[in-house]
C-alpha cells in the first residue's frame, strides 16, 4: 500500500486584482495579476492524498463533507490534468493513471468567510497530488488556475506574477515568482475580518457579469493593468513601500468600482470596508506617509499591508478605532500582536463596538510544502479529529 | 422706485451625469449631461430682486442668512455677467449695469439635504436678474452655468441637454432643450430623502479629485458618455421608457464607480442608498420588467423615475419594504400619493423604518417662471416671514 501524502498550501492576496475571465472553461484572466503568499503557519488549506491499485474510488473530503467529483467541473478537471500529465511523463498505459485517488481536505480558516479559501484549496490539492505522482518539477501553477483561477498564485511564494498570456489554449498563462518572502521580510498583512451577514454574488458570477456588462473594465484590462503591473513589480523590486501601498489601494477601489460600473452593481464592500478605507487614509494623512494600505476581495474583509516596524503603534490605533468587546489576547491573532504602542498621539475616534470578529497578523510564506500531520491513516480512513 | 421681480426656478436631476471639469474657471465640463427639470410646484428655488439707483449697495439673502458677495466668487461672476450683458445690449454708459441689486432668495426645500439646491438657485437668480433687465431672451444657461455649473441645465423645462463643448472660452458650452415636459406627461420622479449624518466631500472637491487622479474618468469622458448621450437623447424623443431608465441606472453607478476609483476614494452612497438599488433591481426582476430606475448624485438620496400608471403599486411596494413611523400622509409628500395599491403581490421583505425621511414625489416641470408671491417688499426691506 502506498503511504499518505499530506501538504499546506497558503492563501494569496492580489494586490493588483484578476476580475473578467477571456475564457470560462479554461479560466483564462482578462489581465495579469500581482499577489503576495502568506505564511501557512497562520492560514492555510491541508490536504492529505492517498492514491494506489487498492483503493475503490476517487473521493474528496473536504472540511469533513463528501465532495460530489462528477459534478464538480473543476475538481474533475484537476484530476483529469494529473492523470494526463502522468501519462505524458510516464507513458501512455502507466498503471499510476488508472489509480483511484482519496483526498481529505480541510482550511484551518473559515471557509465562508470570504478568505480565498478555494484559492489555497485548489493549491493545496494539486501540489499534493504532484508529490503523490512525481510531478513537483512540473508548471503546476497551470493545473491550479482550472481549478480556482488565483489558486495558480498559491503555487508560489513571496510575490507572485500571474500572466495573462496570449495564447487560445492558455499555454502562456502561468504564474511566476516576482520574488521570494525573503526578499521583503520585514512586510506585515493584517486581515480585518469584518462581523457580516450580508449575501454576496460569487466571484465566479460576479466577473462573468462584468465582462458583459461593464465598460469600464475594458479600459482597465487595456490601460490601467498593464500599466499599474509594471510599477508594482518595480515597486516590489526595490522595497518602495509607499509606491507598492498606493498601488495597492488604487488597484483596490478600480476593481471595486468596475463591480459597481457592473449591470445590475456588484456590490462587495459594506459600510464597515468603507469605514476601513476611511481611516486608513486619515492615518496615512495624520503620519504624513503612507504607513499602510489597504486592499478588498470580492468581500467585505480588509487586507491591510504594512512594515514590521509600524505595526505595533498602528494595531494601537487600530484597536481603539474598532474596539472589540474581547480581550485584545483573542481580538488580535497571529503574530506580533503584543505589546501595543502604548501612544496614541492622533486621537482618531471610536467607532461602535464589534465591526470585526478578529484582526489576524501575518507574513509572507514561501509557498505549498509536505508536512507529516496526516487527515488520513494509511488505510485511507479519515482520521478520527476530523 | 423700481418694482420687485421675483422667479421660481426648478430642481434638475441628471440622467447623464455631470462630473469633471476642463475649466474651474469658467465651469466649463469634461462630458455632456442630461437632465430632467422637475415641477416647481414641488420643489424650487424662489428669487425676489430689487434694482435701481436708490439701492444703497448690492446684497444678497439666502435662506435668511446675509452672504458676503466679495468673498464668494461665483455669485460675484453672476452679478458681473449680468451687468455685462447689459452694457453689451443697452450700451456701455447704460445706467442699469451701475445699479445695485439687492436679492432674497430661499429653497422651499433642505439646502442641506443634498437635492441640488445651488443648481435651482443660481438658475433662479440669474432668471430673475433676466427679468428685471430685460434680458429674458439672453442665452441664460451660460450666465448660470458659471454659478453652479448643473444650474445652467435649471434654465430649460423638460428634457434637457448641456452640451460640453469644445471653445476655450465657453461659447459653446450650454444648455438646450431635448424636449418639453408636455413631451412624456406620465413620467414620475420620486425623492427618496435618506436619513443620513455622514459627511461628505462636496462635488466641487470631489470631481476636481476625480479629474486628477481616476483613470476610468478619462475613459468614462472620451468613450462612454458621448455614446451614452446619443441613445438616451433618442430614448427619450422614442418614450422608450425601458431604454431611457437603464442608461439612467448604468451612468448612475457609472458615475459613483469613478468616484470610488479617485484617490482617495469618494464616496457618496451609503448603505440605504445600495439597499434601494438592490430594491429596484428585484422589483424589475419580479415584474420581468423596467417599470423604475434609480439615480443618485454626490449624496446618498436616491431619484427614481417611473411612469404615472405604474406609480400606485410601486408606492405600495416602497412604503412596505421601506417603512417610517410616520403616516403615509407625511411620509409620502408631492402628487398622486393617494391611493396606494391594495396589491403587493411579490412579497418583499421590509427593513428597519424610518431608513427614509420622507419620499416626495414630483412629475416634469417647465422651467422657471415669474411669480406674485414675493420676498422683498417694495422698499427692498425683507417680508416679515422670512
Chains 1, 2 share one sequence.
Not at 492529505?48 to 460530489?68: C, H, T
Not at 494623512?285 to 512594515?307: C, H, M, R, W
Not at 487527515?375 to 476530523?386: A, F, H, Y
Amino acid at each position: 500500500m502506498n503511504k499518505v501524502v499530506t501538504c499546506v498550501a497558503p492563501v494569496n492576496i492580489a494586490t493588483i486584482k484578476y476580475w473578467g475571465k477571456r475564457d470560462e472553461h479554461l479560466i483564462l484572466p482578462l489581465n495579469d495579476s500581482v499577489s503576495l503568499t502568506l505564511d501557512c503557519d497562520q492560514m492555510h488549506a491541508k490536504t492529505s492524498v492517498l492514491a494506489g491499485p487498492l483503493i475503490d474510488e476517487d473521493s474528496v473530503w473536504l472540511n469533513g463533507q463528501i465532495m460530489s467529483i462528477e459534478t464538480n467541473e473543476r475538481l474533475k478537471k484537476c484530476f483529469d490534468l494529473i492523470r494526463n500529465l502522468i501519462r505524458i511523463r510516464k507513458g501512455e498505459n502507466s498503471q499510476e493513471a488508472k489509480w483511484n485517488i482519496r483526498v481529505c481536505s480541510e482550511n484551518n480558516f473559515p471557509t465562508a468567510a470570504g478568505l480565498a479559501s478555494s484559492a489555497a484549496g485548489y493549491a493545496c490539492l494539486v501540489y499534493t497530488l504532484a508529490n503523490v505522482f512525481g510531478l513537483v518539477d512540473e508548471d503546476l501553477s497551470s493545473i491550479a488556475r482550472q481549478g480556482s483561477g488565483s489558486a495558480c498564485r498559491s503555487i508560489y511564494g513571496g510575490f507572485v506574477h500571474w500572466k495573462a498570456g496570449n495564447d487560445d489554449l492558455g499555454s502562456d498563462s502561468t504564474a511566476v515568482q516576482i520574488a521570494a518572502d525573503t526578499h521583503w521580510p520585514e512586510m506585515r498583512i493584517l486581515i480585518l475580518v469584518v462581523n457580516e451577514t450580508q449575501k454576496k454574488t460569487s466571484s465566479t458570477v460576479g466577473m462573468k457579469q462584468s465582462v458583459k456588462t461593464s465598460e469600464l473594465l475594458k479600459y482597465r484590462v487595456q490601460k490601467c493593468v498593464p500599466e499599474r503591473t509594471n510599477e508594482i513589480i518595480q515597486a516590489i523590486m526595490d522595497k518602495n513601500f509607499e509606491k507598492f501601498a498606493e498601488i495597492t489601494m488604487r488597484d483596490s477601489n478600480q476593481f471595486h468600482a468596475v463591480c459597481l460600473d457592473t449591470y445590475p452593481p456588484c456590490v462587495y464592500l459594506n459600510q464597515v470596508s468603507h469605514e476601513i478605507i476611511s481611516f486608513i487614509h486619515d492615518y496615512n494623512e495624520a503620519i504624513g506617509q503612507i504607513k499602510v494600505s489597504y486592499t478588498f476581495d470580492a468581500g467585505p474583509n480588509a487586507f491591510l499591508f504594512i512594515q514590521q516596524k509600524d505595526l505595533s503603534l498602528f494595531l494601537s490605533e487600530l484597536v481603539n478605532v474598532f474596539p472589540s468587546h474581547q480581550p485584545n489576547s483573542s481580538y488580535l491573532r497571529g503574530i506580533e500582536t503584543m505589546p501595543l504602542s502604548k501612544i496614541k498621539p492622533y486621537g482618531f475616534k471610536s467607532k461602535d463596538k464589534d465591526l470585526f470578529r478578529y484582526i489576524m497578523v501575518t507574513k509572507l510564506g514561501s509557498g505549498p510544502k509536505c508536512v507529516n500531520d496526516h487527515l488520513l491513516n494509511n488505510d485511507g480512513t479519515l482520521k478520527s479529529n476530523n
